[in-house]
Antibody
């Protein structure tokens, strides 16, 4: 079975930094693009960032571009999201998500359980 | 405010059919595929429909998707209590090179 295990969420203050990680198993990790999708408390889903299967291409939503950085280590089946200059409105559960590629052809196929980031003073 | 527009809620009785709509624009639904996800009780979302009308293995055929122009629909027939939850549409947006979601629709089985 495919498993994506998210971790790294924690309470932090505005302006702070956090690094989220996701370890994948049960799939050919280097054949999948990896995404982060977040969900603020009581709100809907919001796509945050994606990295291509080989790591050469990265994508960000306008709301996090310039503050967040996505990376992957295919030797460790891991994808990370470095979050800097955190704001109160970054508070959300962050889901790690696998897709065949970053394109409309390929949906979000596998989801992690989510990790909670709370930004508050 | 979400890029794609969905009704806040829909409801039906067991055995009935409900339809959830999703409205977008040329840059997202108009020129790209639509996906649908189900989220139950705050758990991780689950893929229900991809490429407008394709079901992943394990999704029953009473669930179907369609797209016309800049709108899409998800139909769930033979409603069951376990269908209760939030449903989200999603599409790639060529203008901003991002995935965009609808705001979500809460399905209640009466």
């Amino acid at each position: 079975d495919v498993q994506l295990v998210d971790s790294g969420g924690a309470p932090t203050q505005p302006g702070g930094s956090l690094r989220l990680s996701c370890v994948a198993s049960g799939l050919s990790f280097n054949s999948y693009a990896m995404n982060w999708v977040r969900q603020a408390p009581g709100k809907g889903l919001e796509w945050v960032s994606a990295v291509s299967s080989a790591g050469g291409h990265t994508f960000y939503s306008d709301s996090v571009g310039g503050r967040f950085n996505i990376s992957r280590d295919n030797s460790k089946n891991t994808v990370s999201l470095q979050m800097n200059s955190l704001r109160v409105d970054d508070t959300a559960v962050y889901f790690c998500v696998a897709a065949r590629a970053v394109a409309s052809l390929y949906p979000f196929e596998y989801w992690g359980q989510g990790t909670l980031v709370t930004v508050s003073s | 405010q979400s890029v794609l527009t969905q009704p806040l809620s829909v409801s039906g009785t067991p055995g009935q059919k409900v339809i959830i709509s999703c409205s977008g624009s040329d840059s997202d639904i108009g020129f790209n595929y639509v996906c649908w996800y189900q989220q139950v009780s705050g758990a991780a979302p689950k893929l229900l429909i991809y490429r407008n009308d394709q079901r992943p293995s394990g999704v029953p055929d009473r669930v179907s998707g369609s797209k016309s122009g800049t709108s899409a629909s998800l139909a769930i027939g033979g409603l069951r209590s376990e269908d209760e939850g939030q449903y989200y549409c999603a599409a790639w947006d060529d203008t901003v090179n991002s995935w965009v979601f609808g705001g979500g629709t809460k399905l209640t089985v009466l």
